[in-house]
């Protein structure tokens, strides 16, 4: 199959057909505008393919996820974070030596200019950690300019992601009035985190290596997935030659929304209220189901995953270990489960294939980790930080990069000419 046919007007357009690796079939409509005057449309870009991409490969169908070739599965109990970054960012396994140069270099890069730290003090108490995040992302490139140079644009990448995990800390001391607590290169990355995290100076903090263990669990699953919403738009911003700092900066806000990256605080929220309006599950699986209360069932649902989330399958069984390890229970696990139960049963949401997705059950998780909701959609950012990485450097070095600049169809006003403000 090399090419497809569309008839318009009585003529009929022969298109280029391309063919993934995974057989996937895309139509290639690029230069169809030019021969026939017309343009597709498809708002949400939910049948659009934007790009070529080996990074990462998803079937919503089968609800499979691999990075680079490897299933999320092997990757989530086999590997850590820093491999797994390594891996999504330069596309191989990296060997001991590999694997050793770029831990240590991640590791003496965590400090941030202690300029940076005037920046933290100007923001209001109650400021959203993603607000601060955004900008403390793009505030970096005031630190370290752009450059085009390969080398530069590498030791940004170890930049970025070493400090990112410092940002996200110290923005959370900020919030809870709290000293900063410095990276340390004696601990791994998870554990660093943690220890900014929850460490005070008056007395010494030790990272539970349990805890250790689900946050890279947590960032593994996070690390990237494809086009989404934030991905697609460190593209859009990075197609412009924008720097790496400020293509990030756009990548946080844009995965500051309920409705992508932000559900995982909106499913504490909800499962909390439900908790509080006495467990009533039907009256909300009600409400989700009535488009006029405008309430959703947070967590549930995705644009590709069709039949399940691989990652919400793998946490919901983890989130289980970790709260018995700890010798812990939560009433919103509960909550969440008999949610999804009730809702896997439901023929509103069978038939719209509406399943949990991986913001269903980290919240829930975080939370057992101690980590306050509104920190959710950072830790969220954290994970999926390697991931933008890898997308923004797969564009920039297509030599075929062009910005992204797509078209519309107008339906407003037809000409007309102007009426001084007397005559209106
Ligand atoms: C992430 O793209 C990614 O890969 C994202 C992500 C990643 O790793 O980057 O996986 C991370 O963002 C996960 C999604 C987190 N968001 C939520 O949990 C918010 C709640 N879910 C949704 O709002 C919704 O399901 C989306 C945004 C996830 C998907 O939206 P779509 O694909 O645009 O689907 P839609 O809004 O067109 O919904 C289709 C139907 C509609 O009903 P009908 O018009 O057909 O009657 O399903 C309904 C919707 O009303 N629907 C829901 C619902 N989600 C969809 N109804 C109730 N509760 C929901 N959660």
Redesign the pocket.
């Known amino acids: 199959m090399d090419s497809a046919k569309l008839e318009l007007n009585g003529e009929t357009y022969e298109l280029p057909v391309i063919v993934g690796s995974e057989n996937e079939v895309g139509i290639d409509i690029s230069k169809f505008r030019a021969s026939s005057g017309a343009v597709t449309f498809d708002p949400?870009y939910g049948n659009t393919g934007s790009c070529q991409s080996s990074i990462t490969f998803i079937n919503g169908e089968k609800g499979i996820l691999r990075y680079r070739g490897y299933p999320i599965e092997q990757l989530a109990t086999k590997s850590d974070f820093i491999e797994t970054s390594y891996l999504i960012i330069y596309g191989e396994l990296p060997n001991q030596q590999q694997y050793d140069d770029f831990k240590h270099r991640l590791t003496y890069h965590t400090l941030i200019h202690e300029d940076m730290k005037r920046l933290f003090e100007n923001y209001p108490k109650g400021a959203h950690p993603m607000a601060v995040m955004s900008s403390m992302a793009t505030s970096l490139s005031a630190f370290y300019p752009e450059s085009d140079d390969p080398e530069v644009i590498e030791l940004n990448i170890i930049r970025l992601i070493a400090k990112f995990k410092t940002l996200a800390a110290f923005a959370y001391k900020k919030a809870i009035g709290q000293p900063y607590i410095y990276p340390r290169n004696d601990l791994d990355y998870a554990a660093d985190f943690l220890h900014m995290m929850f460490a005070v100076p008056s007395e010494p903090y030790k990272v539970s290596p349990l805890l250790e263990r689900a946050l890279n669990l947590l960032l593994i699953l996070h690390i990237d997935?494809e086009q989404?919403?934030?991905a697609s738009t460190v593209r859009m911003v990075g197609s412009s030659q924008a720097n790496l700092f400020a293509s990030i900066g756009a990548g946080v806000c844009a995965l500051w929304g309920?409705?992508?990256?932000g559900?995982n605080q909106a499913v504490l929220e909800m499962l909390e209220m439900i908790r509080a309006d006495g467990g009533d599950y039907q009256k909300y699986m009600d409400m989700?189901k009535d488009?006029s209360s405008g309430f959703?069932?947070?967590?549930?649902?995705?644009?590709?995953y069709k039949n399940f989330d691989p990652r919400a399958e793998i946490l919901k069984s983890t989130v289980a270990e970790v709260l018995d390890e700890m010798g812990k229970t939560d009433p919103l696990l509960d909550i969440a489960r008999n949610l999804e139960k009730i809702a896997l049963e439901d023929e509103y949401f069978v038939q719209?294939n509406?399943y949990p997705?991986?913001?269903f059950y980290s919240g829930i998780l975080y939370r057992a980790m101690g980590i306050p909701v509104d920190m959710f959609t950072v830790m969220f950012a954290l994970g999926r930080l390697p991931g933008w990485i890898a997308q923004w450097k797969e564009m920039r070095d297509d030599p075929k990069m062009r910005i992204n600049r797509p078209r519309q169809i107008y339906t407003g006003a037809n000409a007309r000419d102007y009426v001084a403000r007397d005559d209106r």
Do not use: E, I, T
């Open positions: 949400g997935h989404n919403c934030s309920p409705l992508h990256g559900a989700a488009k959703r069932l947070m967590g549930f649902g995705h644009r590709v719209r509406l997705n991986v913001d």
